[in-house]
């Protein structure tokens, strides 16, 4: 049943949909398949045996610690999205980890080394892979370009317009959005304390901007953002 499941997923994604039955069917005898719930820690970047990613169901955040034990979410991961050891260099100077937000979770992996070899004998799959990861990455370095030149005020509101954009369902001007994510977790996603986070929502809601609840955020006019 998984080696199916493991060749539907991948044939699926958009990066692999240059190879062939067979080569997808080869792909599926190196890939790992794992099932993970809510609060699960899947990946350190200090492992042994660095590996990549495939997210097929629910919703990650990769959490970066620095020196002193802060944590700041670097990146959410969302369905189709790839993380783990992207560059293919084991850095163990980075300190980072993945852990689950949703209530259940699918994800497919591979080790480094296979999928290296994988690449080189595949120059078309390894060409869309180069374009995936450059454009993954200029999307973290835009945001953290954000960070840097924004007040927390308009960070938040940048984050819930590009998350209502991603994820959000539309009626009309309002927009409703799965809420799996934590005040704590905003906070850390816009870098800076849980208190102004909550502040900053409690606002909003006094001003009819958005409803925050625990499940669910209904933001009344995305255009007002």
């Given at each position: 049943m998984y080696e199916e499941l493991k060749y539907w997923y991948l044939r699926d994604h958009k990066l692999f949909r240059t190879l062939s039955f067979s080569q997808i069917r080869q792909l599926c005898i190196i890939t790992g398949f794992k099932k993970a719930s809510?609060?699960?820690?899947?990946?350190?970047?200090?492992?042994?045996?660095?590996?990549?990613?495939?997210l097929k169901k629910g919703n990650i955040k990769i959490v970066a610690v620095d020196e002193d034990g802060n944590e700041t979410i670097k990146d959410i991961i969302q369905k189709g999205d790839l993380f783990g050891e992207l560059t293919l260099e084991a850095d163990h100077k980075t300190n980072e980890y993945a852990k689950v937000l949703s209530d259940d979770v699918v994800i497919?992996?591979?080790?480094?080394?296979?999928?290296e070899d994988l690449l080189l004998r595949n120059p078309t799959l390894a060409l869309s892979y180069t374009k995936f990861v450059g454009l993954k990455m200029k999307r973290i370095k835009n945001s953290y370009a954000n960070l840097i030149s924004?007040?927390?005020?308009?960070?938040?509101?940048?984050f819930l317009k590009d998350w209502a954009e991603q994820e959000g369902v539309k009626n009309g001007n309002s927009v409703t959005i799965e809420n799996y994510l934590t005040q704590n977790d905003i906070a850390q996603i816009i870098c800076t304390s849980r208190q102004t986070a909550t502040q900053l929502l409690n606002e909003m809601e006094a001003n009819n901007l958005l409803m925050y609840k625990r499940k669910e955020i209904l933001i009344a006019d995305i255009n007002k953002l």
């Open positions: 809510k609060g699960e820690i899947i990946y350190f970047s200090s492992s042994d045996l660095p590996r990549i990613f495939l497919c992996s591979f080790l480094m080394s296979d999928f924004k007040d927390a005020k308009t960070r938040l509101y940048q």
